[in-house]
């Protein structure tokens, strides 16, 4: 094994059991805490069996967690199982990848993530694959690391700008349009002889059949990013399904549509 720092390269002499690269006809696999995720090279680009991911961060139901991600970070793929069936696969890319990592509640999640994207992918990159040939030299391995390492500082500075602008949700929540919309939830409740929180949950469920989402999950992305930014406990505490409402002017206009019929729906039963 060659070592330098943190970085690590396998030369085919020796395997770490948590960390295992190996071939598989077209498929890279590699096994993380003895759990297989199978690899693939798809025009220049690393992707990642969905199911796999999914074991690994013990999330399931992977039908429906498909569904939770659009459509430009997946795609489907061939794959020949051990008795030499040809199946078509969901894959995921890089960027899908952090989705599904970002809805893990596994303690695992940012280990498996760091390692991801510290080792595996400046690998690949680098690359064009996974490889047990040794470097030429030391040198060269020096370079992949530090090319590596820009990616990397590039990539986190993507997503420090996207938890900025999440952030500013809590500085910048457009109030009024919250007190209109509690004040409407507040006086159909009334009208209509139910609880505010009963029509608020109902609201909700109306907003996730017609935006084709789930508010938990979402949810569960802010709080998440909101962690890995540095945000305080409290903020954290206090992320709630308006913050991930009013963050996406998509759901923000349907849901104020959804308030309004609600408040016009109790008129009309009086």
């Not at 498996?112 to 030429?136: C, H, M, N, Q």
């Not at 999950?217 to 206090?238: C, V």
């Amino acid at each position: 094994m060659v070592s330098l720092d943190n970085f690590q390269y396998s030369t085919g002499d020796e395997v770490n059991p948590s960390k295992e690269v190996r071939r598989l006809n077209q498929l890279q696999v590699f096994n993380f805490n003895n759990a297989q995720v199978r690899t693939i090279e798809k025009e220049g680009q690393p992707w990642f069996v969905l199911k796999d991911v999914a074991d690994v961060l013990e999330i399931g139901h992977v039908p429906a967690l498909r569904q939770r991600l659009s459509d430009d970070v997946v795609s489907n793929y061939p794959i020949h199982d051990s008795l030499g069936r040809q199946q078509e696969t969901t894959i995921i890319n890089e960027d899908g990848l952090y989705d599904v990592i970002l809805e893990s509640r596994k303690p695992e999640a940012r280990a498996f993530r760091k390692w991801i994207t510290s080792e595996v992918l400046p690998t690949i990159r680098k690359t064009g694959s996974y490889t047990a040939d040794k470097p030429k030299s030391q040198a060269e391995l020096l370079l992949m690391y530090a090319q590596g390492f820009v990616e990397m500082e590039q990539r986190v500075e993507r997503m420090e700008s996207t938890v900025t602008a999440i952030q500013e949700t809590f500085t910048k929540r457009d109030e009024d349009w919250r007190n209109q919309l509690n004040g409407m939830i507040n006086g159909a409740a009334y009208r209509a002889g139910m609880s505010y929180r009963d029509l608020r949950n109902e609201s909700y469920r109306l907003l996730e059949e017609r935006g084709h989402c789930d508010l938990n999950a979402r949810l569960r992305n802010l709080k998440t990013r909101l962690q890995d930014s540095g945000a305080t406990k409290t903020q954290i505490d206090g992320a709630n399904k308006m913050d991930v409402i009013e963050s996406d002017p998509k759901l923000k206009e349907i849901y104020t549509n959804i308030v309004k019929e609600l408040a016009i729906g109790s008129l009309s039963g009086r």
